[in-house]
């Protein structure tokens, strides 16, 4: 007589529902992991860093964040959306993601050529002298430049489910900032250094992306007018509340980089910091359920 263990193991779905609670189990483990890495680095950073240092360090961040997520626009959600239907021929992605990576790359100028001069001059107003708020928006150029892709290269391995090369260069990237950030922060405590021990690690991350990539996309493909048509429909439906959340989520820090001094933006920065690790869920349903659905 069978046991219901042995039901179990008989039923159609049991097969496939063992592999799922394999991958959530991989998937949860590495990003506690690289929850726990980032948490690390901030908290090195939050620790070692001067507090003025650490006030432009938190208002550089900020905007970075901001920058990316206008940037984005709801483009990464248009590619994952039309990716879905197509997601098996290289062609149709490639065309898909060659025409994202176009759309990126021009919200990115429109962006920046806001959000430089905003930058600039809160740097100024918390006595930042014109050199260092300039080092400040130069060292923000690598993390910036790799997010302009990497998020959408993310896309392509996700639908095909190659978690385990995908999850390898997360924490490499990882691992990467941060032994740059401890090397860096005892030797050059100085917020464009810290930027850059950041960002540097992504531009090698974005490399290894495109690697993985072009297992599965014909790269050779260029942007296509109707998909971009497609694309600017979808980010055209969530955009407003993209930007809402974008500024909302930050308006306290705005608040205080004009308002306040460094001390209090400093402080508020260092809670931030505990908000990584709240981020571990969210990423176990962008990177399995999301695709697969």
Known sequence: MDTPFDKIKKHKHYDRGLNLVKLISIVGSTEILLKGIGFISGILIVRLLPIQEYAFYTLANTMLGTLIVLTD???SNGIMSLSGEVWQ???????????????????A?????????????????NKASWLTALLILLSLIPAFYADLSDSLLEITPKLHQ?????????????LGRLLLTVFAIFIFPWTFVILLASGLPRI????KLKKINAKFVDTTQKPDPVVRKEILRIVARILPNIIFFAFSGQIVIWILSVFGNANELASIGALGRFSILIGLFTSVLATLFIPRF
Do not use: E
């Open 204 to 207: 090698y991350g974005n490399f």
């Open 162 to 174: 190659d978690i385990t090369s995908l999850q390898k260069n997360q924490l490499t990237v990882g």
């Open 109 to 125: 100028v429109v962006t920046l050529l806001i959000a430089i001069p905003i930058v600039f001059y809160l740097l100024m107003l």
């Open 73 to 75: 626009g709801g483009i």
């Open 89 to 107: 021929d290289p062609k149709k992605l490639g065309v898909i993601l060659a025409t994202g990576l176009d759309l990126r790359r021009k919200f």
